[in-house]
């Protein structure tokens, strides 16, 4: 496949070049509540590292078992994980917004010996799925209870002499066990090594030169996630970047601004989300008539970034789902290009993504170098094949094998289809195609798309299988539950959204047309499965809520239905 993975470009090789040659370089920087900060130099997270893997080591664990994370992201999130590597142990970490049911099936499917909790929102919930008599270690940051429960990392560095010198783990060796997030039935394992994710980082760097040395990057998606464990965590061991961490959603432009990330990664809401707050500031015709005056633009240009934190910004990303057309050129006149990313968990999230400078509007692009990649010939289905591949789905060798063709490849489950360039157009999932009653398939998630550009719509899903014309649920975000609560605000709601409808059927065929839209009072929660921890609806629980009504939905003639459940 082109590029051989060196020895020395593995995780604990990385470990031991940066606290032999940059010691005291600042790599992480924790805020601590209250406005503190606390930085952490390769000295001290390795002296930890070391620390904590010596004491995993005293507790009889054996080379191979298993050590779980449930965390937010954190300084010490990372030092536990290596600490897991050096004691020759594999790390399974769990999103830090699983219901306890999940967080049970995790830890008792992966053999977990021993979990660390950290710093968490919801941990009373998520307690009662600890399998009982499993051993605990509290994070700094963790919850009060759980740190008063268990013994605490900050007294077990203190009282333990760090493990000495350097022993290597094999590149095939497993590194770390990542749990899907069940978008269909119960999350599956994916297995990677450290050949797989050395081998994914070098590919990927090469597509992405802003990841340095110089670079900054706030860290904030869940580290359980490929795309943040690959960015932050491996591409920080590649690079030596300092990586910034955030305290919470209510800090979030406080984080941003402490970091003034060189390099950011965000899902496409987060996108819309920045652009709806300066939008509610300077209108976007004010904006756009700024924008063409030659000397005012740069200002203001620099004046928005600066106000996202985002003034030193070379690279920006999105990924996880499509990027509106419309959102790309709106940052693009801003003077942010934003790539898109393709990739799953199953391929340490290094598959495709588009070129800088080069937006290619409703593509991820090419593939990654040493990617290879192909269409089903009948199903459209995208295949790929490359070293960053899994090693499986741990203990289910069967889902393995439907997960690869018989040639090696693997099936993403997305549709896909090539422009005369070669980019790669994702056109929806194999399995959530639906027939209507005319016999035409729709595929939901291009118009879903198009739906979460109306600022009022938090999530949304596009469903209708044996209908006439399919039909879009959606759940408002905070601000417009708020306003459909007094008469004349839902009046407005739904003017827009009758004129969002009829502006999306104007750009779609006839049998993919919505015949409306509805409202559903509930919100759409990982507590009550409707979506999963990285915001993904899951279209059968859906369909389970509320496929009963739709005959009666489709029947009432309008075109925005408000639902009491």
């Known amino acids: 496949m082109g590029m ?46 070391r620390r904590m ?26 030092m536990a994980d290596f600490a897991i590597w050096l004691g020759g142990f594999v790390s399974v970490p769990l999103y830090p917004t699983l219901a306890a049911g999940t967080i049970r099936q995790i830890l008792e499917h992966s053999d977990a010996k021993l979990l660390f909790v950290g710093k968490l929102d919801g941990w009373a919930g998520m307690k009662p799925g600890l399998p009982a008599g499993l051993s605990c270690i509290s994070l700094p940051l963790a919850p009060d209870d759980a740190a008063k429960s268990y013994p605490a ?6 009282d333990t002499p760090p ?7 094999d590149g095939d060796e497993i590194a770390t066990i990542m749990y899907t997030s069940g978008t269909t039935g119960a999350p599956k394992g994916v297995m990677h090594s450290f050949n797989t994710f050395a081998w994914g980082l070098q590919s990927g760097l090469k597509r992405v030169p802003a990841i340095n040395e110089h670079a900054r990057m706030l860290s904030y998606l869940p580290l359980s996630h490929v795309a943040e464990r690959a960015l932050v965590e491996h591409g920080q061991l590649a690079t030596g970047m300092h990586v910034y961490f955030a305290e919470s959603l209510e800090t979030f432009a406080a984080d941003l601004q402490r970091a003034r990330p060189t390099v950011f990664f965000s899902v496409p809401r987060l996108w819309v989300k920045f652009q709806q707050t300066i939008s509610a500031k300077m209108p976007p015709s004010k904006l756009d008539l700024l924008l063409k005056i030659p000397i005012v633009s740069g200002l203001v240009r620099k004046k928005i970034l600066t106000a996202m934190g985002l003034q030193d910004c070379t690279f920006a990303a999105g990924g996880a789902a499509p990027m509106p057309p419309d959102l790309l050129r709106w940052y693009n006149k801003l003077g942010l290009d934003l790539v898109e990313v393709y990739g799953m968990t199953e391929n340490c999230g290094v598959s495709h993504a588009t070129l800088p400078g080069k937006q290619r509007p409703g593509t991820v692009g090419l593939p990654y170098d040493g990617v290879q990649c192909r269409l089903d010939p009948v199903t459209s289905e ?10 499986g789905y741990y203990k289910e060798p069967e889902l393995t094998r439907q997960a690869m063709t018989e040639d090696g490849w693997l099936k993403t489950g997305d549709k896909g289809a090539l422009d005369g360039e070669g980019n790669l157009k994702i056109t929806g999932r194999v399995k959530d195609l639906f027939k209507t009653s005319k016999g035409k398939y729709v595929a939901p ?9 109306n600022p009022a719509i ?14 879009a649920l959606a759940m408002l975000n905070i601000e417009a539950a708020k306003q459909a609560q007094d008469a004349t605000g839902r009046a407005e709601l739904e003017a827009s959204l009758e004129a969002t409808i009829k502006s999306i059927n104007a750009t779609l065929d006839p049998h993919e ?29 859906i369909e389970d809520l509320f496929a009963t009504h739709y005959e009666a939905w489709v029947g009432s003639r309008k075109k925005v239905i408000w639902f009491k459940s």
């Not at 047309?513 to 629980?541: E, G, H, M, S, Y």
């Open 163 to 169: 493990m000495q010198g350097n022993p290597v783990r």
């Open 513 to 541: 047309q919505l015949d409306c839209i509805v409202i559903t009072d509930q919100a759409w929660t990982v507590d009550n499965d409707l979506i999963t921890p990285t915001f993904k609806v899951k279209r059968n629980r």
């Open 382 to 391: 995208i295949q790929m094949k490359a070293p960053c591949l899994m090693l």
């Open 53 to 78: 893997a010596a004491h995993l080591q005293s507790l009889g664990l054996q080379p191979g078992d298993k050590v779980a994370m449930l965390s937010k992201n954190t300084a010490h999130w990372l």
């Open 4 to 49: 051989q993975i060196s020895p020395d470009s593995l995780a604990l090789q990385r470990l031991y070049q940066w606290e032999a040659q940059a010691p005291d370089q600042v790599i992480y920087t924790q805020p601590l509540g209250g406005g503190q900060v606390r930085d952490y130099t390769w000295r001290q997270v390795m002296d930890q590292s």
């Open 458 to 471: 938090e999530a949304c899903c596009v469903t209708g299988a044996n209908l006439g014309q399919p039909l």
């Open 445 to 453: 998630a291009p118009i879903e798309d198009k739906l979460v550009m």
């Open 153 to 158: 990392w900050e007294k077990i560095v203190a």
